[in-house]
């Protein structure tokens, strides 16, 4: 279990720091699990970035452990298309 978030220093309610806590857990297959809760998630920007790091951390954890690595979990207490400070037509020109 890994808490990425310190409440008294990280007080804003939106933006930096998303991702807030990693739970790794083996499975009976004996592969290396990860489940990730983010606070906010912006999909446009971020999320492929997050999913590509994610899947990084998990291969290097699973090594170290001597396994293989499993399925991924991403929960997101708040989730959007973009951030708030994007516009509408910006965030659709990120599809192209």
Request: aromatic share 8%; hydrophobic share 40%; with cysteine.
């Amino acid at each position: 279990e890994v808490t990425l978030v310190i409440p008294e220093k990280d007080t804003r309610p939106v933006g930096f720091p998303c991702l807030s806590h990693l739970s790794f857990h083996r499975t009976l297959n004996d592969e290396i699990c990860l489940t990730a809760l983010y606070r906010n998630h912006y999909f446009m920007r971020r999320a492929l970035g997050n999913y590509l790091s994610l899947g990084s951390l998990l291969r290097f954890v699973a090594s170290e452990a001597g396994r293989e690595p499993g399925r991924i979990s991403v929960l997101s207490g708040s989730a959007s298309l973009a951030e708030p400070k994007i516009k509408a037509r910006a965030a659709l020109n990120l599809l192209t």
